[in-house]
């Protein structure tokens, strides 16, 4: 279960002033190298692992690279004084389809990296009297800034950002168990205590929770019950 905020049900409110539009640039700068930094040096079979039928941690990467047209269409909204802001796919078809997975890593993330500097050149040329244009937003139904909408877009950011970090810390777990006076490495997908009742036979079962894909070698004294 996902301790991440689901994204459609979160609610935004916008108070802070309209001069904080460069620290907001500042932030959506930010996002390839935090996603490279992610994402970078890990297996593709991590990568593209799918929890419960979920994005994979390359999806998410692919769907952030499918939203920067959308928000990019959105800054030409403001431009051209639109009645409402361009609508978004609500059900994500573009990323669904565009199959993440089989692509190389790399390319998700240069495209992704170009596609936000794009974006950022066209913030940056703007007249800075247009941060302060509201159009409502279609599906929150509420005015937002264009200032509030790179907040907005920030979020999302976080968002996926949040649930790719999730994704590797459940991954990266998992029980080690000592039974019957003899070191046995058997591991199980786990997040919590107690472990998983594949264990329950090894008594008394001393198990601790390692994480997945460290080659640190486990002695037997390390293996204990919860801490
Ligand atoms: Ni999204």
Redesign the pocket.
Known sequence: MSQVPI?FERKFEFSFPVELHPNLSARLRGTPARLEEALRGRSHKVLIRKAQDKWSAQEHAG??LD?EPLWLARVGDYVAASDQLTVADLK?RK?DEANHNARPLEQILTDFRAARERLLKRVDELDPLLFARAIPHPRLKTPMRLVDHLYFVAE?DD??LARIWEQFGQKHNRWVCLGAGKRSYLGARASAWPPPKIFSHFFPPRCSLVSEGSSRRIFPWELGGPD
């Open positions: 994204w769907h952030l939203l994500n990323t999302h968002h996926h």
